[in-house]
C-alpha cells in the first residue's frame, strides 16, 4: 500500500510540474537558469572561454549523469524530482557543448542493469522519458539538434518507443549538433549484437573471415549512428569511478574525467573544468609522440 501510494504521488507531482514555476531552491539546488540561458557563449564564437581552444575541443563528450537520487535526498526532495533536475541539466550541458564546438553528446540515460531497480522508480523513469522527450521535439527542431536514442529498447513501453521514432524522424536531418540517448543500454549487449550481425551475413555470404576487422565491427555497433562514435572525453558525476558497462568497445582510447559533483549541480564551470583537464593532455592512443 506504501509503494502505491509513493508511486501515485510521484506520478501526481510529475503531472503537475509543468502548471507549477520550477522552484530548487533548496539545499543543492541548480544554479540559476538565468545564468545560463544568458551566457556569453554563441555558435561560431572565435574563442572559448578560460583560455580553451577551440581547435582542441572534443568532437564527441560522453556522460554518465550520477548522483540525481542523492541530490534530490540531499536536497529534502522526491526521487522523481532529482530524476527531474537531471534531466533539465542534460539539455543545459548539451547546448553548451554544442555552442562551444562539440558536435557529439551522449548520454548514458538508463543501463540494462537499471531494470533490477524497484518498480515504482523505473515506472517513474520511462514516464519522465516520455514526457520530456515529447515536450522538447519543438526546441530541438528549433535548435537543429538531431537525437538519437539507442539501446535494447526491449522492455521500453509501446508509448515510449512511439515518441522515440517521432522525435528521431523530426531531427533526423541535422547534422551540425548530435545528441544520443542511452536507454537500456549495455556495453557488452552493444558489443554482442555487433557479434551476432557479422555472423549472420557471414552465413549470407555477404561477408568473408578477412573482411571483419576493427572498422567492421564498429560499422555494426548501435554509435554507427553518429559521425564520431568514441567519445575524445567521458565525464562521470557524484564521485563514482567506473564505466559501468557503457561504451565498452568505444571508450578504448576516451579521457576519463571524474567529477564528485552530483549531475544535477555539474553546471557551465564545471564542465569547463572538465575541457581543461582534457585539453592539458597527452593523446598518443598506445603511440609515442
Not at 547546448?95 to 558536435?103: A, D, S, V, Y
Not at 522527450?133 to 515510449?160: D, T
Not at 550481425?197 to 578477412?210: C, D, H, M, P, T
Not at 562521470?236 to 561504451?247: C, K
Request: proline share 3%; aromatic share 10%.
Amino acid at each position: 500500500m506504501l509503494s502505491l501510494l509513493c508511486f501515485l504521488l510521484s506520478l501526481l507531482f510529475l503531472l503537475l510540474l509543468p502548471c507549477l514555476r520550477p522552484c530548487f531552491s533548496a539545499k543543492g539546488s541548480l544554479k540559476d537558469k538565468k545564468k545560463i540561458d544568458k551566457g556569453t557563449y554563441v555558435v561560431g564564437e572565435e574563442e572559448p572561454p578560460k583560455g580553451l581552444r577551440r581547435e582542441l575541443m572534443p568532437r564527441h563528450v560522453a556522460v554518465i549523469m550520477d548522483g540525481n537520487r542523492r541530490w534530490a535526498k540531499q536536497a529534502g526532495l522526491l526521487t522523481s524530482q532529482g530524476y527531474e533536475a537531471g534531466a533539465k541539466r542534460l539539455i543545459e550541458f548539451a547546448e553548451l557543448c554544442f555552442k562551444l564546438g562539440i558536435n557529439t553528446v551522449s548520454a548514458f540515460a538508463f543501463s540494462t542493469e537499471n531494470w533490477g531497480r524497484h518498480k515504482i522508480e523505473v515506472k517513474c523513469l520511462m514516464y519522465l522519458f516520455q514526457r520530456y522527450l515529447k515536450s522538447k521535439i519543438q526546441f530541438f527542431q528549433s535548435k537543429e539538434i538531431r537525437v538519437s536514442v539507442i539501446g535494447n529498447l526491449a522492455k521500453i513501453p509501446e508509448s515510449l518507443l512511439g515518441i522515440i521514432t517521432e522525435i528521431e524522424d523530426a531531427t533526423k536531418s541535422y547534422k551540425k549538433k548530435h545528441l544520443i540517448l542511452a536507454i537500456d543500454y549495455s556495453g557488452r549487449f552493444d558489443i554482442l549484437r555487433a557479434c551476432k550481425s557479422i555472423v549472420k551475413k557471414s552465413e549470407q555470404g555477404l561477408i568473408r573471415e578477412e573482411e571483419v576487422d576493427e572498422t567492421l565491427l564498429e560499422r555494426e555497433l548501435q554509435t554507427k549512428c553518429t559521425e564520431f562514435p568514441s567519445p575524445d572525453l567521458l565525464i562521470r558525476t557524484s564521485g563514482e569511478q567506473r564505466i559501468s558497462n557503457f561504451f565498452l568497445w568505444q571508450l578504448a582510447y576516451t579521457e576519463l574525467f571524474f567529477s564528485p559533483v552530483l549531475w544535477p549541480d555539474f553546471d557551465k564551470d564545471k564542465l569547463l573544468d572538465a575541457l581543461d583537464s582534457y585539453q592539458r593532455r597527452e593523446r598518443r592512443f598506445g603511440c609515442r609522440v
